[in-house]
């Protein structure tokens, strides 16, 4: 491989293209359907697919198939078909996956920005969604066209853009069952919806946390009442709901108290946080838009860096049944209910976790208060299989052709249910899992940027790790370990 002419096409590409057509899409409100329930009428999604088909169907890739299915009652899919460019890897196949659905707007945007209005400013994109996760399909399908213009071999690629992500990925399951026959029998799976410690080499990720969480309510009364006539008398719903969720949380300390909720962290994932942490140093939390004199909730990097990884926390993300400050009168109100995100450890079974929650938060509540919990996520997290040698060759090799630098490895804070998917579909696969969510980038939240530079390196790893997957299929390294996809590993594993 000539590394200078991958880095000039792949440069070239996402300036001429890529950018441009994420300026366009960062444009689209096409929000989760968890965010907007009228997303079918409304048509953002519809539009965003389209404008990926569209450019996809472009692309000068010898025998490319693009096509956007949608099963009945469903979000959309973009599945992409090419087929492989060298000869000698049989059925062997590569899976990429990313998502085109978006988080809703959040508060807080600076003044110049906000989150359908593109702004680019030096290497940085800012708008919801071009790093979460627009640019996925653009640097999967770039990553191949930088091999075939070197005339260099791939084995046949599979792309999955899915539309449901940031509402759990409900939707998959039922698309991965029926493209099974397909998709065929990955050896590698490539996720280009992940995170990174820096821009500064090649992250790959180890584990993901599942998560459950949903719509908690506490209700005391049938209307609100005069404050000052009941307090001291009727419970107020806030408290009650305070005192329940300490139940389930350390107030003083934000530790999880339900010991069922933590797992044993395995060494190598020990290990691993203290690396990060050693080469993080302080931006483990100052990557976080801290006021002026917040610390973190530990002095220990290694510790923060576990804690974000491998162990239960709890975030309130919403809240109903309060009014506004300018409008809240004297009144005692009759419920309140706020919306629960509990992260999980990667290996904690997530239906076990909801039924934890339930069991916690329901049982006796207090003064014999009205309570209800409405789970609308339960996803178990993943942990990566033993990495080949070939593979950890391969990340390496291209971390140090990209940027100088060795990779790394480190657990991720959030969720990608599909990888816990996969990973029960094929247990043989291999995963390439990383991303272009770094320092400050804010994915969710106010002010989120694409780091471009980052996109054009991590598009060029991955074009290192499609030659390298090719020469070990070639070799027969990859083969006989993928189990094969459909209705018989769907029930033996029990997955969707």
């Avoid at 491989?1 to 300036?15: C, E, I, K, T, Y």
């Avoid at 048509?43 to 010898?62: C, D, F, N, S, Y």
């Avoid at 391969?394 to 804070?413: N, R, T, V």
Wanted: charged fraction near 20%; aromatic fraction near 6%.
């Amino acid at each position: 491989m000539d590394n200078a002419r991958l880095d000039r096409f792949v440069g070239q590409l996402w300036d001429a293209q890529i950018v441009p057509q994420l300026v366009e899409y960062i444009r689209i409100p096409n929000k989760s359907p968890m965010f907007d329930a009228d997303w079918v009428a409304n048509g953002h999604m519809a539009k965003a697919v389209t404008l990926m088909e569209t450019w996809a169907r472009a692309q000068p890739i010898a025998g490319l198939q693009v096509e956007v299915i949608q099963l009945e009652g469903r979000t959309p899919l973009i599945f992409l078909d090419i087929p492989a460019s060298g000869a000698g890897t049989g059925e062997d196949c590569v899976l990429l996956y990313g998502h085109l659905d978006k988080q809703p707007e959040m508060t807080g945007w600076d003044e110049d920005l906000g989150p359908w209005k593109p702004v680019l400013k030096g290497d940085k994109l800012f708008g919801r969604g071009g790093a979460d996760d627009g640019y996925a399909i653009y640097g999967s399908l770039a990553a191949i066209m930088a091999l075939q213009e070197q005339g260099l071999p791939h084995a046949r690629c599979v792309i999955l853009i899915e539309a449901c992500e940031e509402s759990g990925s409900y939707d998959l399951p039922a698309y991965v069952d029926h493209l099974a026959e397909r998709i065929g029998r990955p050896s590698l799976v490539v996720c280009l919806d992940s995170g990174c410690g820096n821009y500064e080499q090649l992250w790959c990720t180890t584990s993901l946390r599942g998560m459950a969480g949903g719509n908690f309510t506490v209700e005391v009364l049938s209307e609100g009442v005069h404050s000052g006539d009941a307090s001291g008398i009727v419970p107020s719903s806030f408290r009650l709901l305070r005192q329940l969720l300490s139940r389930l949380e350390d107030e003083a300390t934000g530790r999880i108290r339900v010991e069922e909720l933590f797992v044993e962290i395995p060494p190598e994932r020990l290990e691993q946080a203290g690396k990060v942490a050693q080469v993080l140093g302080d931006e483990v939390y100052d990557k976080f838009p801290f006021l002026d004199g917040m610390t973190p909730m530990s002095d220990d990097l290694t510790e923060l860096v576990l804690n974000r990884t491998w162990r239960p926390a709890l975030s309130i993300t919403g809240a109903d049944g309060l009014p506004p400050l300018a409008s809240a009168g004297n009144v005692l109100r009759p419920q309140t209910s706020v919306k629960i995100s509990l992260r999980l450890p990667p290996t904690l079974d997530g239906k076990r976790a909801g039924e934890i929650l339930d069991e916690v938060l329901l049982r006796d509540p207090p003064n014999g208060a009205h309570v209800e919990l409405k789970l609308e996520k339960s996803s178990t997290g993943w942990n990566a299989p033993p990495q080949s040698p070939w593979l950890t060759q391969a990340i390496e090799d291209a971390s140090q052709a990209a940027f100088g630098k060795p990779a790394m490895y480190m657990g991720e804070g959030g969720t990608i249910p599909f990888m816990g998917m996969l990973g029960e579909k094929f247990p043989g696969a291999q995963f390439m899992i990383t991303g272009v969510l770094g320092p400050h980038s804010n994915a969710h939240g106010p002010n989120e940027f694409l780091h471009i530079p980052m996109g054009k390196r991590v598009t060029a790893c991955v074009s290192h790790v499609l030659a390298a997957h090719h020469a070990a299929s070639v070799a027969g390294l990859t083969s006989g370990t993928a189990a094969v996809a459909g209705g018989e590993a769907h029930g033996e594993h029990g997955c969707c």
